[in-house]
């Protein structure tokens, strides 16, 4: 599916749900969602509060935290929070389910497929539970930190 043809379908489900919620329509809400679905990587809200900085739409800090909870609460972004970080946020629709690795000495967060535990966890069925998305948080050392490690190591 085509970005623009994307954002199109979420701009119609923000709508949708402001409309049941009884909330306005600002062009701000709608300029910030724009924003996340022309991002391809997480986020946290002070860089996506500083994108919008960079945009014709200038808004409030207030703006951006209270919009990001409206997004999530709409199903069309995910929080997550990898360790002590501050929390970071990914667009949700139409996004395949992944797994995050987390470097727990620098903080790096990797998005992995393993086609094996993804079709584990999508043939596991739940007592009395209907699954709609997971994620996975995988905790480590990434390669980098490994090597930094082992370096400093040997010149002890």
């Known amino acids: ?69 409206l997004l999530i609460d709409a199903g069309l972004v995910r929080k997550h929070q990898f360790g002590s970080n501050p929390a970071q946020y990914e667009k949700s629709y139409n996004m395949a389910n992944h797994h995050h690795l987390i470097c727990t000495k620098c903080g790096k967060v990797k998005e992995v497929k393993d086609m094996e535990l993804l079709q584990s966890l999508a043939n596991k069925k739940f007592s009395r539970f209907t699954t709609s998305y997971y994620t996975l948080y995988v905790y480590g050392v990434c390669n980098r930190c490994a090597q930094a490690e082992k370096r400093k190591s040997l010149k002890k």
Do not use: C, W
């Not at 119609?12 to 991002?39: C, N, Q, V, W």
């Open 1 to 69: 599916m085509s970005d623009q043809k994307t954002k199109d379908i979420v701009k119609f489900e923000l709508t949708r749900y402001l409309e049941s919620k009884g909330h306005r329509k600002t062009p701000e809400r709608y300029a910030i969602l724009d924003k996340i679905y022309s991002m391809n990587e997480h986020f946290d809200v002070d860089s996506l509060y500083d994108e919008m900085a960079q945009s014709e739409y200038r808004v409030s800090r207030a703006t951006v935290y209270n919009t990001i909870d």
